[in-house]
């Protein structure tokens, strides 16, 4: 039996919901903290919630601005609500594990240098340090403005189709958004385009991470940039969701949760493992 509990975080602007899940039996496997991506909220994760709750402590908040969670969205501000999360858990190890928008916040808080952080997943989303042209971000903005004033109520229905593959996920991404506005999405992406991105071609990880992509994911630099992310960084690894689109762990969840698992039982030691070793050194 799992135990799931549901909790509020008071942040300055903002109230910060998560839920957590609590294998029943004690357990030294590391907590996976997962951050969902831009418009969606936790319920993005809930197959991985599903499949691996039995075996691993999960934290799933809302960012500031999405599901059940309040405040204006700023990218930094998300941050720090991320990090403000981070030091209240009763959490020896973590994984951070990011879609989209939450692969783009893992990057600043694992850079940060947090002990208790061992590895990270970024899953669907761009480098934080690739190069880029200077003006990229803010000609996407622009162009993500005029397509929401000329698509009006069809930017929703295109957003949708863009995000994944599944009829299902689109429905699930256009009923995560009934209530936002166009304005208020471009606010959301604006904010990730221009303050997240920050070149640094010196970069290096400093923790194992997995790199994960859908093989139909057509947003931005996303496939192209992870596959050139992995190869440059020796502590990255690549893995590719067969028939999924950017929302590969919803497109995919099977695959998706596989690929979760082997990464982290191949860089982290995992309980059972530990016993196993020890089995072995004592035998």
Known sequence: MTIRSSHALERPDATLRYWTSQPAAPTTRPTLVLLHGATLDHHAWAPQVEALQDRFPIVTPDLRSHGA???????????????ALLEVLPADRIVLVGHSLGGNIAQVLV????PRVRAMVIADATCNTAARHPMEAWMSVAA????????????????ARATAIQPKVQQYALDANRHRSNHETVGILASLLTDALRPDPNYRLPVPTLLVCGELDGIGDVARG???WARRDALAHYAEIPGAGHASNLDNPEAFTDV?????R???PLESDA???AERVYA
């Open 69 to 83: 969670s309040t405040g204006r969205f700023d990218f930094a501000a998300a941050v720090h609500d991320v990090e």
């Open 111 to 114: 850079g940060r240098g947090n």
């Open 144 to 159: 993500l403005h005029a397509q929401a004033a000329v698509e009006g109520a069809a930017f929703a229905q295109r957003a």
């Open 226 to 228: 992870s596959r050139a």
């Open 260 to 264: 979760l698992e082997a990464f982290l």
């Open 266 to 268: 191949g860089v982290l």
């Open 275 to 277: 016993t196993a070793a």
